[in-house]
T-cell receptor
Framework: NAGVTQTPKFQVLKTGQSMTLQCAQD?????MSWYRQDPGMGLRLIHY???????DQGEVPNGYNVSRSTTEDFPLRLLSAAPSQTSVYFC????????????????FGPGTRLLVL | AQSVAQPEDQVNVAEGNPLTVKCTYS??????LFWYVQYPNRGLQFLLK??????LVKGSYGFEAEFNKSQTSFHLKKPSALVSDSALYFC??????????????FGTGTRLLVSP
């Protein structure tokens, strides 16, 4: 198993540009999520999904969009990049029960380091 | 709101000495707690978790954690530190969102530095 994979590993954007961060998992996990990691703030939840076609906002969703057309893939879109979105982005997946209302251990991808100028 | 706190930004320990990385939690109901480790330029790796049962939980790489309900703590421990244990450690708790779905709430992280 490859686990959770993310591309690209590193990206530089100019303010106003858009891009998509890719995330895929091969563990057949229903639950997937995106976090951003900033110094001194731990990880904060951006968006999450409890299955194909079902997504919802986390703590810091503004400026980001997601979709979940398949169980495997959960891309994160930056609509119009801003310097405040400079961060490290992690995708995670986990087995879930009861329609996603109970999650088990989350497994993380290697991260995407994003710099917005 | 459910949360975890890691009171130390950094912990320094000499190789061979025991180490402790502290975590306290605030939850309603029974806590479901995790420890993750992050090595430089890598993603988070799962170390161990507490659900119910034995208060001493054993995990990967010789780490263990002690759940203490009266002190609302879940400290990470290792009897003998290695230089290779130097990394960023995160405590996390499973929490419910307003939607009824769950998420992990992370602490701010503690950097462990093990000196030779």
């Amino acid at each position: 198993n490859a686990g959770v994979t993310q591309t690209p590993k590193f990206q530089v954007l100019k303010t106003g540009q858009s891009m998509t961060l890719q995330c895929a998992q091969d563990m057949n996990h229903e639950y997937m999520s995106w976090y951003r990691q900033d110094p001194g703030m731990g990880l904060r939840l951006i968006h999450y999904s409890v299955g194909a076609g079902i997504t919802d906002q986390g703590e810091v969703p503004n400026g980001y969009n997601v979709s979940r057309s398949t169980t495997e893939d959960f891309p994160l879109r930056l609509l119009s990049a801003a310097p405040s979105q400079t961060s490290v982005y992690f995708c995670a997946s986990s087995y879930s029960r009861a329609g996603g209302t109970i999650i088990e251990t989350q497994y993380f991808g290697p991260g995407t380091r994003l710099l917005v100028l | 709101a459910q949360s975890v706190a890691q009171p130390e930004d950094q912990v320094n320990v000499a190789e061979g000495n025991p180490l402790t990385v502290k975590c306290t939690y605030s939850v309603s109901g029974n806590p479901y707690l995790f420890w993750y480790v992050q090595y430089p330029n890598r993603g988070l790796q799962f170390l161990l978790k507490y659900i119910t049962g034995d208060n001493l939980v054993k995990g990967s790489y010789g780490f263990e954690a002690e759940f203490n309900k009266s002190q609302t703590s879940f400290h990470l421990k290792k009897p003998s530190a290695l230089v290779s244990d130097s990394a960023l450690y995160f405590c996390a708790v499973r929490a419910f969102m307003n939607t009824g779905f769950q998420k992990l709430v992370f602490g701010t992280g503690t950097r462990l530095l093990v000196s030779p």
